[in-house]
T-cell receptor, first 118, second 109 residues
Framework: GAVVSQHPSWVICKSGTSVKIECRSLDFQATTMFWYRQFPKQSLMLMATSNEGSKATYEQGVEKDKFLINHASLTLSTLTVTSAHPEDSSFYIC??????????????FGPGTRLTVL | QKEVEQDPGPLSVPEGAIVSLNCTYSNSAFQYFMWYRQYSRKGPELLMYTYSSGNKEDGRFTAQVDKSSKYISLFIRDSQPSDSATYLCATHGNYQLIWGAGTKLIIKP
């Protein structure tokens, strides 16, 4: 299979603190990982694309200094929400894409992390 | 106009019914089409993946692409309460997925 895990699954933090979310591909190497956020009853919104060993590419309107992404290895990417505020409360989902042309369209999703900022 | 349009529903049908979920897209260059299922508070799960036009069947699920009308469909036969979820269509743009809004499906026992 192609399993992607996220940790933590749910986090509550105080306003002004930073939160780190981990995304791991458990049984394959992911050359590219994606970070999404999803508000209730809405579709997924791509925040950034992260390639192993290089800087992430952020979508328009996403603050790169607020949402720090690190893709240090082929199996791990992290998203750090810095100085979190209540409006950052959302469901954050990562996905991982296998390398190689044969599967370049396939993305495998993690279970998501629910962030609540008080 | 959004690149992929999908009615958010909800769509409520009785158990055992045939379900038809649909999306339209605007760019005729799109060739890869996916259907994902997302349960509440979970990440999306890939259900079906099709390339270009035609049908693809997997168990109770059939994905259909009509490139002439830029219309994609997912049919679910013998629907079960466990099929209740949000179904998202997606296509592949330049190195990223382009998503529909998702249709919430409710199967009533």
């Amino acid at each position: 299979g192609a399993v992607v895990s996220q940790h933590p699954s749910w986090v509550i933090c105080k306003s002004g603190t930073s939160v780190k979310i981990e995304c791991r591909s458990l049984d394959f190497q992911a050359t590219t990982m994606f970070w999404y956020r999803q508000f209730p009853k809405q579709s997924l919104m791509l925040m950034a694309t992260s390639n192993e060993g290089s800087k992430a590419t952020y979508e328009q309107g996403v603050e790169k200094d607020k949402f720090l992404i690190n893709h240090a290895s082929l199996t791990l990417s992290t998203l750090t929400v810095t100085s979190a505020h209540p409006e950052d409360s959302s469901f954050y989902i990562c996905s991982a894409r296998k390398g190689g042309l044969a599967s370049y369209n396939e993305q495998f999703f993690g279970p998501g992390t629910r962030l609540t900022v008080l | 106009q959004k690149e992929v349009e999908q009615d958010p529903g909800p769509l409520s049908v009785p158990e055992g019914a045939i379900v038809s979920l649909n999306c339209t897209y605007s760019n005729s260059a799109f060739q890869y089409f996916m259907w994902y299922r997302q349960y509440s508070r979970k990440g999306p799960e890939l259900l079906m993946y099709t390339y270009s036009s035609g049908n693809k069947e997997d168990g109770r699920f059939t994905a259909q692409v009509d490139k002439s009308s830029k219309y994609i469909s997912l049919f679910i036969r013998d629907s079960q309460p466990s099929d209740s979820a949000t179904y998202l269509c997606a296509t592949h743009g330049n190195y990223q997925l382009i998503w529909g809004a998702g249709t919430k499906l409710i199967i009533k026992p």
